[in-house]
C-alpha cells in the first residue's frame, strides 16, 4: 500500500522561498507518476505540478508556473516542490499525490498524502 508523507511546511513572509518535500513508500516510486496540489481555506483543491515517472516531463499550473519547481529522486523515493517569490496566496495545505498515469493538471490521483501547511504573511 502506497504511503505519502509531506513534510517541509512552515510560516515564510511574502517573497521568500520554502520547498515542501514527499516521502514515498510502499511500492516502486519510479512506477509513478507524482503531483502536488494544494487547498486554501474555503476553496477546492487545487492542481499545482506533476512529474512524470523519469523526472524528464513536468507540468504547472499557470498560477505557479515559473515560480515553483517539482522534481524527484527516484533513489531517495522523494519528490519536492521549491516554491519561490511566495505570495499570501499561495497559502493553503499542501498535498502530495502518487498515481501510475501521468495525469497532469487533474485531480484523479490514485493516492493521497495527508498535507502540509504553508502559510506565507504579507
Known amino acids: 500500500q502506497v504511503q505519502l508523507v509531506e513534510s517541509g511546511g512552515g510560516l515564510v513572509q511574502a517573497g521568500g522561498s520554502l520547498t515542501v518535500s514527499c516521502a514515498f513508500s510502499g511500492d516502486t516510486f519510479r512506477r509513478y507518476c507524482m503531483g502536488w496540489f494544494r487547498q486554501a481555506p474555503g476553496k477546492e483543491r487545487e492542481f499545482v505540478a506533476a512529474?512524470?515517472?523519469?523526472?524528464?516531463?513536468?507540468y504547472y499550473s499557470d498560477s505557479v508556473q515559473g515560480r515553483f519547481t517539482i522534481w524527484r529522486d527516484n533513489a531517495r523515493n522523494t519528490v519536492d516542490l521549491q516554491m519561490n517569490r511566495l505570495n499570501p496566496e499561495d497559502t493553503a495545505v499542501y498535498y502530495c499525490a502518487a498515481d501510475v498515469t501521468y495525469k497532469p493538471g487533474r485531480d484523479d490521483y490514485d493516492c493521497w498524502g495527508q498535507g502540509t501547511q504553508v502559510t506565507v504573511s504579507s
Open positions: 512529474v512524470s515517472w523519469s523526472g524528464t516531463t513536468t
